[in-house]
Structures are given as C-alpha cells and as structure tokens.
C-alpha cells in the first residue's frame, strides 16, 4: 500500500502562486508515475499534470501548460507543482495520485491521496 499526502494547498489572488507537495509513504515500487488531478465544485474530476519515476517524462493538460510545473525529490519521495499565474477557475481541490504508467487517466491510477483545497479568487 502506498500512502500519499498531499500539502500546499490554501487561498491566493489571481495571478498569485502556490506549490503544492505530495509525500508518498508505504510501499515503494521502481517504476512508478505520479500525477496531479483536480475536482471543482460540480465538475468531474480532470488531469493535470504527471511525471514518471525517473523525472524524465512530464506531460500537463492544455489549460496549465505554461503556468504550472510539476517535479520530484528522489531523496524526500516528493512530487511538487508549482502553480504560477493562477486563475480563478483553477479552483479546486487538488489530488495526488501514483499509477504504473504515465496516463491521463483517474482510471489508470491505484493510489490516491486525501486531497488539498486551492482557492483562487479575482
């Protein structure tokens, strides 16, 4: 089982930044992807960014790429986004999550955090 934990979260101006961190506790695998989703309020939850094990291999859906950047700490077993120039539809709540393989995919992923609210407002 692996646990993650998500932090960072909070309320910011438009145009403000956040950076939100995701610790992974637990089992640990040598391949893995980790990834960024986001649900707001009476919307399905939709992709926002991923990275592979190795930090080799990113990709980001088109309505942040440009703003938010996601990375990792080998040493801390830590993935990050940096989210830049935020708008106020990037209000939601934002998950973590860790699969076998790079995907857009809710579907494709095992391991789901508890979640981190991010507001922001104009």
């Known amino acids: 089982q692996v646990q993650l934990v998500e932090s960072g979260g909070g309320s910011v101006q438009a145009g403000g930044s956040l950076r939100l961190s995701c610790a992974a506790s637990?089992?640990?695998?040598?391949?893995?992807?980790r990834g960024w989703f986001r649900q707001a309020p009476e919307k399905v939850r939709e992709f926002v960014a991923v990275?592979?094990?190795?930090?080799?291999?990113?990709y980001y859906a088109d309505s942040v790429k440009g703003r938010f950047t996601i990375s990792k700490d080998n040493a801390k077993n830590t993935v990050y986004l940096q989210m830049n120039s935020l708008k106020p539809e990037d209000t939601a709540v934002y998950y973590c999550?860790?699969?076998?393989?790079?995907?857009?995919?809710?579907?494709?992923?095992?391991?789901w955090g508890q979640g981190t609210q991010v507001t922001v407002s104009s």
């Open positions: 999550a860790q699969g076998a393989v790079v995907s857009t995919g809710g579907h494709d992923y095992a391991y």
């Open positions: 637990g089992r640990t695998f040598s391949r893995y992807a």
């Open positions: 990275i592979d094990w190795s930090g080799d291999t990113t």
